[in-house]
């Protein structure tokens, strides 16, 4: 059993959350306030990082299933739960490298946990949502975009690392040197998803499909370069 004194919400902010540089506008403003709280009661409970991220697949079938009765304002909001929990999950990780060593391969392991808690369910949720609003090609492209966006940043982050400073200096050439990243992250299109299950609009889906096209066509462009 480990002892430790569970920091408070700002101590969270201030020591455990990712820094501006490094967020997008979406998450820092909002995500962070949210999930820097339910971090807090999270700790009272677990240091167990990997246990917050499969939460997500769970709550991802719940909200299939609210699709299904056509309780989209629920779906909505646990859809949204997942999204906060994304974050919460690299919180519980930061704050438990504070108390508790663990191995390389304990922390790859962790990693990986956390990579593929969100890619478990959540496509799934994205088709149905597609087919329950009536339209089963939005459902599907959405998914299959979603995916391989999110295996495409994976790849990256694993076979190109060093690609990273090209990103970097691609959107410092566009947004000039903004404290906050404009950026197309996970957390932003999980919450797109959010707003087409909250308005019933398929629209959303194709904006989260169109913008992980563009962020697919630019990482193939980055890795050709």
Sequence with gaps: MVNYV??????IKEKYQKAKEEEDLVSHYILRFLSRNLTWIILHFTLLAEFVAMMTPVIDLIGIFLIFQGRW??????????????????????????VVKRSAA???????????????VFPVL???????????L???VGMLLFSVNVLSSAYSKAYF????????????????????????????????????????????????????????????YIYRK
Aim: hydrophobic share 50%; net charge positive.
């Design 106 to 120: 304990q922390n790859k392991f962790g990693a990986f946990v956390d990579s593929m808690a969100g890619m478990l």
């Design 73 to 98: 304002i629920l779906a909505a909001l646990l859809t949204q739960l997942h999204v906060v929990i994304d974050c919460v999950d690299g919180e519980v990780a930061r704050f438990r490298a504070t």
């Design 126 to 136: 994205i088709l149905m949502a597609g087919v329950y609003m009536g339209s089963l």
């Design 138 to 140: 939005t459902g599907a």
């Design 161 to 220: 690392p060093s690609k990273k400073k090209k990103g970097a200096a691609i959107r410092k050439k566009i947004f000039g040197n903004l404290k906050t990243k404009i950026a197309f992250s996970s957390y932003v299109q999980k919450s797109l998803v959010t707003l087409a299950l909250l308005f019933q609009s398929p629209i959303f889906i194709w904006i989260l499909s169109v913008g992980a096209a563009t962020m697919i066509s630019i990482r193939f």
């Design 6 to 11: 569970v920091p408070s919400p700002a101590e």
